[in-house]
């Protein structure tokens, strides 16, 4: 695959986007009510959530400043009570009918599209956390499209086919290995996991050396379910190899925020 840069991370999240948009656009009224494995979340809460963060990441290309003015708000606000985050990312969505919270999301993807396209391959961008390097900044909103549309589809019994989009996301999870035990307090084990993945389309991605201690072979989308912690790796084909790699899938988190756990076993 050739090098990422932000026009092909930017089509390929507007692709991943689309992709969910034709699970969620037929859905009846009662389906965008229906609890998904989020806790407190109803499928509307996933594309309420998914709109809220496109609109502050178009803000953060396109404003730093006001940007920064939002973020020293949001965290206040945002940690004031267990449920406050909820308040104050999904109270305005939570208050619109169906089709209207369908058409803001597509606004707030329109507008982190265009927004897109006014980066540089080498621009970094004010978020929450630490800045970022734009191309890891759209590549994140990718994978929270991907991820929160997979607890969509789980809930209304939908197969998405996946594609090669999921290159994106395997290395996210394979990168994030040494986040998941700092994250926790934990030492980030010695040794190196190479992980070896099949993808979509049938060619094979590597991550790490070919002497690693340890390994991870299997399909890409295994991979990501279980580093998106969408699935326990019990329940799913991948092989694990070695104590370093077997502890790490335990508790594999690619994404940011507190530490989590993955889902219950169920086989």
């Keep these: 695959m ?3 840069t932000v026009a092909s991370v930017t089509a390929d999240l507007i692709a991943e ?21 989020s806790p407190r979340w109803a499928v509307r809460d996933q594309i309420g959530h998914l ?21 020293e708000s949001f965290v206040a606000a945002a940690f004031a009570s267990a449920t406050s985050a909820d308040d104050a990312t999904l109270g305005e969505t939570r208050a619109m009918p169906a089709p ?31 800045s970022m390097g734009a191309k890891s900044f759209l590549t994140a909103r990718l994978m929270e499209a991907w991820a929160h549309g997979q607890d969509i589809c789980d809930t209304v019994g939908v197969e998405r086919e996946p594609t090669d989009r999921l290159r994106h996301i395997a290395q996210l999870g394979y990168i994030t290995r040494g986040w998941t035990y700092i994250n926790r307090g934990l030492d980030v084990p010695a040794g190196d996991v ?19 201690e340890a390994t991870v072979t299997g399909s890409a989308l295994d991979f990501c379910l279980v580093t998106a912690q969408r699935r326990n790796v019990t329940d799913t084909d991948l092989a694990v190899e070695g104590e370093i790699a077997v502890d790490w899938l335990t508790m594999a988190q690619l994404f940011a925020g507190p530490p989590s756990d993955p889902p219950a076993p169920q086989g």
Excluded at 51 to 66: H, Q, R
Aim: aromatic share 10%; hydrophobic share 45%; proline share 7%.
């Design 100 to 130: 209207e919270l369908l058409n803001h999301w597509r606004q707030q993807r329109a507008d982190l599209a265009a927004a897109a396209a006014t980066c540089a391959d080498d621009a970094r961008i004010e978020w929450y956390g630490p």
């Design 2 to 4: 050739d090098k990422p």
């Design 51 to 71: 709109a809220f963060f496109d609109m502050t990441a178009a803000l953060a290309i396109n404003n730093p400043e006001g940007f920064v003015t939002h973020r």
């Design 194 to 212: 190479q992980v070896t993945l099949t993808s979509p389309s049938g060619e094979t991605w590597v991550w790490g050396p070919d002497q690693a």
């Design 17 to 37: 986007q689309d992709a969910l948009d034709a699970v969620v656009a037929p859905l009846a009224t009662e389906d965008w009510e229906r609890a998904t494995p």
